[in-house]
T-cell receptor, first 114, second 109 residues
Framework: NAGVTQTPKFRVLKTGQSMTLLCAQD?????MYWYRQDPGMGLRLIHY???????AKGEVPDGYNVSRLKKQNFLLGLESAAPSQTSVYFC?????????????FGPGTRLTVL | GQNIDQPTEMTATEGAIVQINCTYQ??????LFWYQQHAGEAPTFLSY??LDGLEEKGRFSSFLSRSKGYSYLLLKELQMKDSASYLC??????????WGAGTKLIIKP
């Protein structure tokens, strides 16, 4: 099992450009999450999904959109990138049947917006 | 508001014991997690506490006091590979994880 994978691993964008980050999991997990991690701050939840076709806003959703068309995939879109979106983005998934909702993380995408 | 506090950085010696503290104030409580994150890598699960007391797992133990809003992670027989950041996170009333900023642990020979 690959677990949680993310593409791309690194990306540099210019202000105003758009891009999509792809997250895939092969553990048949219901729940999926997108976080950003910035120096000196905890992981912050951007959007999450509790099942195929459903998404919800997290703590810092502005400037991002998501889609969960297939259970195994969770896409994060930046329509018009800004320097404030320079960050490391982590995708995670968890099993709805788990008693404590342990989250499994992908390797991260390092995004720089110039 | 919701808040999780942990020290920014700690230094310890190989073979020694270190305790990393975490205090929290959250809207509801459904458990506390500790994750380990090596530089440039993803966080990985270490422990989960929902009841008061100590959970031991090999060289790592985690303690919880819900009445005090306090937890600690205890690492014994430190090894160089334990150099990493340790993240404390609380599952709130909405079953969302609230994360601390992490404690960077530096192990010296």
């Amino acid at each position: 099992n690959a677990g949680v994978t993310q593409t791309p691993k690194f990306r540099v964008l210019k202000t105003g450009q758009s891009m999509t980050l792809l997250c895939a999991q092969d553990m048949n997990h219901e729940y999926m999450y997108w976080y950003r991690q910035d120096p000196g701050m905890g992981l912050r939840l951007i959007h999450y999904s509790v099942g195929e076709g459903t998404t919800a806003k997290g703590e810092v959703p502005d400037g991002y959109n998501v889609s969960r068309l297939k259970k195994q995939n969770f896409l994060l879109g930046l329509e018009s990138a800004a320097p404030s979106q320079t960050s490391v983005y982590f995708c995670a998934s968890s099993d709805a049947r788990s008693s404590y909702n342990e989250q499994f993380f992908g390797p991260g995408t390092r995004l720089t917006v110039l | 508001g919701q808040n999780i506090d942990q020290p920014t950085e700690m230094t310890a010696t190989e073979g020694a014991i270190v305790q990393i503290n975490c205090t929290y104030q959250t809207s509801g409580f459904n458990g506390l997690f500790w994750y380990q994150q090596h530089a440039g890598e993803a966080p990985t699960f270490l422990s989960y506490n929902v009841l008061d007391g100590l959970e031991e797992k090999g060289r790592f133990s985690s303690f919880l006091s819900r009445s005090k809003g306090y937890s600690y992670l205890l690492l014994k027989e430190l090894q160089m590979k334990d150099s990493a950041s340790y993240l404390c996170a609380v599952l709130d009333s909405n079953y969302q994880l609230i994360w601390g900023a992490g404690t960077k642990l530096i192990i010296k020979p």
